[in-house]
């Protein structure tokens, strides 16, 4: 049904900046969210930034002021923005859906179920 394809990943030094995409087809609800998730080699996924229908984002403590989550303007694109990366944002960077969605943005992978297959990032010091 839905379905998410990322792209932009690759490798960087430290102070680097990067645009990940996420192109997705299937949103048929006005309400939805999307968000982009990282994934460490052995850890956790984690919410890294999140946006939904009403244009509101909630990002991470570690990469607030560094990325912008943004949806292109009729086109069906999720973007991030990454600027002065550092090692630590290197991981799997999956995007992810979740429609229809009334619920205020929260830091939770249970709120989305509709998942790309990520894109690599990383970072070198």
């Known amino acids: 049904q839905v379905t998410l394809v990322e792209s932009g990943g690759g490798s960087v030094e430290a102070g680097g900046s990067l645009r990940l995409s996420c192109d997705f087809s299937?949103?048929?609800?006005?309400?939805?969210?999307l968000g982009w998730f990282r994934q460490s080699p052995g850890g956790e996924r984690e919410a890294v930034a999140l946006?939904?229908?009403?244009?509101?984002?909630k990002y991470t403590e570690s990469v607030e002021g560094r990325f912008t989550i943004s949806l292109v303007n009729g086109k069906n694109t999720l973007l991030l923005q990454m600027t002065g990366l550092k090692p630590e944002d290197t991981g799997v960077y999956v995007c992810a859906a979740e429609q229809p969605s009334w619920l205020l943005l929260r830091m939770s992978e249970d709120d989305f179920h509709y998942w790309g297959q990520g894109t690599q990032v990383t970072v070198s010091s």
């Open positions: 946006i939904n229908s009403a244009a509101d984002t």
């Open positions: 299937g949103i048929r609800y006005s309400h939805f969210r």
